[in-house]
C-alpha cells in the first residue's frame, strides 16, 4: 500500500507549455481532513487569468468541497462544489448527476489536483485504476466529467511515479511524485518550484 509522509505547509508549480504561469498552494490538517488554499496566476493563448481555490478533503483525500474564482479581462466567476463523499455533487446548489461517482476535483489551472487521486487511491506497485473527477475549466468554470487512469510504477529513487491518462485530452504521461505525494513533473504542464 503506498504510504505518503504528511504534506508540507505550502508547495509551488511553474507552468510551462500549455501556459506560462505559477501555482502557490496552502495545505493544512483540519478535524475533517486537510484543507487546500491555492491560486494560479498565468497567460495561455494570450489571456492572462487567475484561479483561486479553496478544497476541502476527507480523511482519505476524497474531495468534500471546492470554492473556487476565476478572473481574466472577461470578468469574475465563481463556483461552489459539493459533493457527498460517495460520488453525487452539487454545484452552487444544485444536482450534478452527469459526476456520479467522481470523488476528487481536478482542476484545469492547477498540478495539485493529480495528488487527489494518488493518495485516496493507495496504488500497490503494478495496480492501477479509474479515477474519474469533477473538472473545472479555468476560464468559464464550466465542469464537465473527466476520466482519468493511474498505474503505478515502480519508484525512482524514492520518488513514486505513475502512469497518467485522460483520454478525451489526448492526454497520457508520466507522474513523478514527491514523498509526501506531491506531483513534481507533469510533462507538458507544470514543474515543482517549491
Sequence with gaps: MTVFTPPPGTA??????????FEVVYLRSTPGGCRVEG?????EDGDAWVFDYVI????????????LTSRSARGERHLALETDGAGHWRLDGK??????GCLDVDLESSALTNAFPVHRLHLDVGAASPA???????????????????????DDGGRQRYDYAAPVFDVACRLTYD????????????VRAA
Design 12 to 21: 509551488a508549480w511553474q507552468h510551462l507549455g500549455v501556459r506560462t504561469g
Design 39 to 43: 491560486c494560479t496566476t498565468a497567460v
Design 56 to 67: 476541502e478533503l476527507d480523511p482519505g483525500w476524497a474531495t468534500r468541497s471546492a470554492r
Design 95 to 100: 444536482p450534478a448527476p452527469w459526476l456520479d
Design 132 to 154: 474519474p473527477a469533477a473538472f473545472v475549466r479555468a476560464a468559464d468554470l464550466a465542469v464537465e466529467r473527466l476520466e482519468q487512469h493511474y498505474a503505478r510504477l515502480p
Design 179 to 190: 514523498e509526501s505525494g506531491l506531483v513534481l513533473d507533469y510533462p507538458g504542464l507544470a
